[in-house]
Structure formats: C-alpha cells, structure tokens
C-alpha cells in the first residue's frame, strides 16, 4: 500500500528553523518527482518545492528560494524540506506529494498522483 508520511512540524518562533521529513512506502521512490506544498488557513493550497527523481534538478517557488532547501534520500525513500529564516506567513499544513510523470518539475497541484495527510508549522511573531 503506498504512503506518504510526513514529520517535522511544529511551533517555532520568526527566523527560526525546521526540517520537515517524509517518509515513502509501497511505490519505487526513484520512479517519481517530489514536491512539498502547503495550505495556510482560508488560503489555497501551493507549491513550495520540487526535486527531480535523481535530485539532481530542484524547483521553488518564490516565497520558498533562499530560505528553504527540498532534497531526498533515494536510498531511505525519503525527501526533505529545510526549512530556515521561517516567518508568520510560513504558518500553513504542509503536505509532500509523489508525481510519477517523468517531466520537468510540476509545481500544479493536479498533476501529483499521492499526497501524505500533511503536517502543522507554526511561527509565531
């Protein structure tokens, strides 16, 4: 049974840091590009980053550069998001999705095929 099993989430205060993990089962990791997205209270939900199959290729989105890092760990089926400098509006359920068509990076929400059940950050000003 595929799964996707996010951790990491927590309560920090601005400019603080977290490492978001997940953790992917039932699936050939490698076969498949992963994203982070996230969706703050009453807003839609967004692209954050992407990596490449070999991770080799990374992809963010705007609010996400300079601050956060996406890689994997091909060998643990896992991916990560470091997450640095976190600010108020970095406050968002942030979800790790699995795409398993072999193209560049997505950063729609549509075109990933399995989501985890998404974890809590929280920054506090």
């Known amino acids: 049974q595929l799964q996707l099993l996010e951790s990491g989430g927590g309560l920090v205060q601005t400019g603080g840091s977290l490492r978001l993990s997940c953790a992917a089962s039932?699936?050939?990791?490698?076969?498949?590009?992963m994203g982070w997205f996230r969706q703050g209270p009453g807003k839609k939900r967004e692209f954050v980053a992407g990596?490449?199959?070999?991770?080799?290729?990374?992809d963010y989105a705007d609010s996400a550069k300079g601050r956060f890092t996406i890689f994997r760990d091909n060998a643990k089926n896992a991916v990560y998001l470091q997450m640095d400098s976190l600010q108020p509006e970095d406050t968002a359920v942030y979800y790790c999705?699995?795409?398993?068509?072999?193209?560049?990076?997505?950063?729609?929400?549509?075109?990933?095929?399995?989501w985890g059940q998404g974890t809590q950050v929280t920054v506090s000003s």
């Open positions: 039932g699936l050939t990791f490698t076969g498949y590009t």
């Open positions: 999705a699995a795409d398993q068509f072999q193209g560049p990076i997505a950063t729609e929400s549509g075109w990933y095929d399995h």
């Open positions: 990596v490449s199959r070999d991770g080799g290729q990374t």
